[in-house]
């Protein structure tokens, strides 16, 4: 073991971040590429970033705000992927690539590091895994690891010994990417199979699973909890996917309630998210660290962001890999892949929020998956099956709203004032074209689901259909089928949620489009 006791001053004046409620405290920049990151306070109050890397695991002195003091790197198998927590003074971290579990002893820091690398655990031969959890009670969640199906393997981190921790439990029903556990309960992000699953862990050498739910984009990256742990946010890391908030409340009917995503135009990619109070933060990538107002779970908006990735907002696997947000202090740390460790102040603020209900006046019935936009920003949402929507902006001030939907007449109203933690309400009245379809099982139309649950797309009229869009009750598009057709007969062969669902076919810029309701 080596320890580097040089400081590092961070170069601020070379870096010209673009940033909205963060101040830089300071900057370390590192070489190699940088993973993912987690934060740690000793006895005596001194705070350390643990900082992943390709080659192992850096322990970085974070407490004076002029400078950043590199104390010890731990070397490792070379990984692109690398994940660390901390329970009860011991750091644990895993990678993809081998060596097992790196097991670093903090109790004589910032002077002292011991650790050791672990790879018999009872009977099984632990070499990789992509991430690790540790709930409140010492167990610790090491997933999508070399072991049966990649799950979620569980181990006992109080032993006499803390380098000898013990096999508790297995789930394996889903490779498991990313975790939460809190209690005798474990929430998991499936990745490949594109859901989240919600299971109880009371016994942990027989999980049951309680619910499980499919994700927007079918890509399920991480899932964290709320405080009060009836909500749950997710990631899909998809080009153009959302943060999304679910009600958990009722295990059988789970709802998701909004969604986020920052620069929607620009299809970039979100990574991992967390819950802190009111607010979460995410490593957004290419976008950098985003900080959204959660304090209305129905309107999640943005109010702050640190982008300290120089690439452009596009797709991409480029810039902020994680965050660590849970310091006493205050204090955020980021990794970004390329560009190093940020230390941060963020200033929490709340949204200025709008809601209200837009009408088809001509048809005489709520518009659904109407764009709401507030121009001049970024800030866009779609109007749900009744015609609601919820929108909001980081600051004060008087805003001009447009609300759009092809086939119907645009309208705008302007200097709309909206107000910092306030929930404004406005309504809108639009004329859309009448659709000619009202009913999923007109003469020449019909849409159903069957008693397998397949949903059947079929038409015959003399119109030609040159697209058909399946979304949900959030606007939110399940799939889009091209054809060309003046008959047809598809099927969407993926099981839905029970819910609600709209089914628009495209003829001639036109749109028809009818509910379906699947109970």
Not at 488 to 508: A, C, E, H, P, W
């Amino acid at each position: 073991m080596r320890l580097i006791t040089f400081i590092i001053f961070s170069l601020l004046c070379f870096k010209g971040f673009t940033q909205k409620n963060f101040d830089l405290l300071n900057y370390l920049d590192f070489e190699p590429i940088l993973n993912d990151i987690w934060g740690y306070t000793d006895t005596a109050g001194n705070e350390y970033a643990l900082v992943g890397l390709t080659t192992g695991v850096s322990i970085v002195k974070i407490n004076n705000p002029d400078t950043t003091l590199l104390l010890h790197h731990v070397t490792g198998d070379s990984s692109l992927w690398r994940d660390i927590k901390v329970y009860n003074n011991y750091g644990y971290a895993v990678n993809e690539d081998g060596g097992g579990l790196l097991i670093m002893n903090f109790t004589q820091l910032p002077n002292i590091l011991t650790y050791q690398y672990v790879t018999q655990i009872g009977s099984y031969n632990f070499e990789t895994a992509h991430n690790i959890f540790i709930d409140e009670n010492g167990i610790a969640y090491l997933l999508g690891s070399n072991i049966a199906n990649q799950g979620a393997f569980m181990i006992n981190l109080n032993t006499s010994n803390r380098f000898l921790p013990e096999f508790v439990g297995l789930y394996d029903d889903q490779y498991v990417h990313d975790a939460y556990a809190r209690g005798d309960t474990l929430y998991t992000a499936e990745l490949n199979n594109g859901t989240f699953s919600i299971i109880d862990v009371s016994d942990k050498s027989n999980p049951i699973v309680l619910a499980r739910k499919t994700t927007g984009t079918n890509y399920t990256h991480n899932i964290w909890l709320s405080n009060d742990g009836k909500y749950v946010i997710t990631t899909d890391e998809k080009s153009g996917a959302y943060v999304e908030l679910y009600d958990i409340s009722n295990l059988n009917n789970i709802k998701l309630i909004d969604k986020y995503r920052s620069s929607p135009s620009y299809g970039v990619i979100p990574h991992n998210a967390h819950f802190k109070g009111n607010y979460i933060f995410t490593s957004y990538y290419r976008d950098g660290l985003r900080l959204v107002d959660a304090t209305l779970k129905h309107n999640l908006v943005e109010v702050g962001f640190y982008d300290s990735s120089p690439f452009n907002a596009a797709e991409g696997f480029e810039g902020n890999w994680g965050v660590y947000p849970y310091f006493s202090s205050g204090k955020i740390i980021i990794s970004d892949r390329e560009e190093g460790l940020f230390v941060l102040q963020p200033h929490y603020s709340r949204a200025a929020y709008l809601t209200g209900n837009v009408f088809d006046t001509l048809n005489n019935i709520p518009l659904n998956n109407a764009s709401v936009e507030i121009i001049g920003t970024s800030y866009i949402k779609e109007t749900l099956y009744n015609g609601t929507y919820n929108i909001g902006v980081a600051d004060s001030g008087y805003y001009d709203i447009r609300v759009t939907k092809p086939g119907c007449s645009t309208v705008i109203k302007s200097n709309i004032l909206l107000e910092t933690a306030i929930e404004k309400v406005e309504n809108f009245e639009t004329k859309c074209i009448n659709t000619g379809i009202n009913d999923a099982n007109s003469d020449n139309y019909k849409a159903f689901f069957n008693t397998a649950g397949t949903l059947t797309i079929e038409y015959e009229g003399n119109k030609t259909i040159t697209d058909i869009k399946i979304t949900d009750a959030l606007g939110q598009t399940i799939k889009s089928i091209a054809t060309n057709s003046k008959q047809f007969s598809v099927q969407y062969t993926k099981q839905l949620n029970v819910g609600i669902y709209f089914i628009s076919l495209y003829s001639n810029n036109k749109i028809y489009t009818t509910k379906i309701i699947k109970s």
